[in-house]
């Protein structure tokens, strides 16, 4: 799989109750100063950087401006070799998508579309501080689908307080009735100097786990029974629609990031850009050992729902990944976390909903 690139567009509306992603609102001047930042950037790619996968994320890049997306787009495609782009991913919130840029990102080469639906609850849209209504998701889709768009993705968010199993399922329902291609299904997870962070603290939300995990179950049962094919964690995809450039992460592979709060992985080293506005720097770098690397590069691999093939991982990484972390394999494995054959180690479909605490023990 040959490497990818992310651009990270800082601006939103609003910012989400839930979100701890860097973003702020468009000021006089900020996008001029972005996009300069971001031209910089992307002159200072490696001349041998041919990526298959770009993805634009945030943020929220649909609330750029159609002149300053438009400039945006002229930049990747006068500073990115775009010869071998097999996925191109940009990322849309319903409340800021129009037909207009839906119209500029696939004629610039954009073949997919990810939206963040969230919910069709409208209550439980309010309480994530979303700047939509439930009532602008399907039309964001035919927007999209006008625009000529073949691969959709929806997020959905499950396990926010006071929203019950019944409304998850019932807008999971209506995600599916929409007949994206992907659709994915995040925890909401309370993150810190959030909102959500503050209410917690203040013991005005609570977040029930056992609701979570039921909500959790529901999405895979019903998703997998209507033929979207559940393939990592968070993740359901119509065959052979899995989203190419996260894939291209949970494997080990190569990226480069250009925006504030970016991050890369080239020819064994790895850093990562400054949270700032309007100008933002090189915050670290690290060369990765290789047997660190490896160790990294299985639990990332074990967020798919297939896990590490042996060959695969030796393939990937140079090692065997019970030479690597056999002991913690073998107990992860007795406590149920983990199904481990001669040639295949993946997570337990019951120890899915509490992955991370599994993996932790294999880092």
Request: proline share 5%; charged share 25%; with cysteine.
């Amino acid at each position: 799989m040959g490497p990818g690139l992310y651009i990270h567009v800082p601006f939103c509306a609003r910012k989400c109750a839930y979100c701890a992603f860097f973003s702020r609102m468009a000021e006089p001047g900020a996008t001029e100063a972005w996009l300069g930042g971001v031209a910089r950037e992307l002159a200072e790619l490696p001349a041998d950087f041919v990526p298959e996968t770009v993805f634009i994320g945030g943020g929220t890049p649909t609330e750029l401006t159609e002149s300053a997306l438009a400039r945006l787009l002229e930049l990747i495609h006068a500073r990115v070799r775009l010869s071998a782009v097999r996925e191109w991913t940009c990322e849309a919130n319903p409340g800021t998508l129009t037909a207009a840029k839906a119209a500029q990102l696939r004629g610039a080469g954009v073949n997919r579309l990810s939206i963040g639906a969230q919910s069709f609850d409208d209550a439980t849209l309010r309480r994530l501080g979303r700047i939509h209504d439930a009532a602008a998701i399907p039309a964001a889709v035919e927007l999209a689908r006008a625009a000529g768009f073949e691969n959709l993705s929806l997020d959905l968010i499950y396990g926010v307080p006071d929203t019950s199993s019944a409304t998850f399922r019932a807008s999971l329902a209506e995600a599916m009735a929409l007949g994206p291609e992907h659709i994915s299904c995040y925890c909401l997870e309370v993150e810190p100097d959030t909102p959500f962070a503050r209410w917690a603290a203040a013991e005005r939300v609570e977040i029930d786990e056992e609701e979570q995990r039921e909500q959790f179950y529901a999405a895979r049962r019903e998703l997998s029974a209507a033929g979207w094919n559940h393939y990592e964690i968070s993740n359901f995809a119509r065959p052979g629609r899995e989203c190419r450039h996260n894939l291209l992460y949970w494997s080990g592979g190569e990226y480069m990031g250009v925006g504030p709060a970016a991050h890369s992985h080239w020819r064994g080293r790895r850093w990562g850009n400054t949270a700032e506005l309007p100008e933002w720097r090189r915050e670290f770098t690290e060369a990765l050992e290789p047997e660190a690397k490896a160790r990294e590069t299985l639990v990332m691999g074990l967020r798919r729902i297939r896990g590490w093939g042996r060959g695969e991982f030796r393939e990937r990484t140079g090692y065997d990944y019970e030479v690597l972390r056999g002991a913690e394999i073998a107990r992860a494995a007795e406590a149920g976390g983990l199904v481990v054959t001669p040639e295949r180690v993946r997570l337990a479909d019951g120890a899915l909903f509490v992955s991370n605490s599994v993996l932790a023990e294999l880092v």
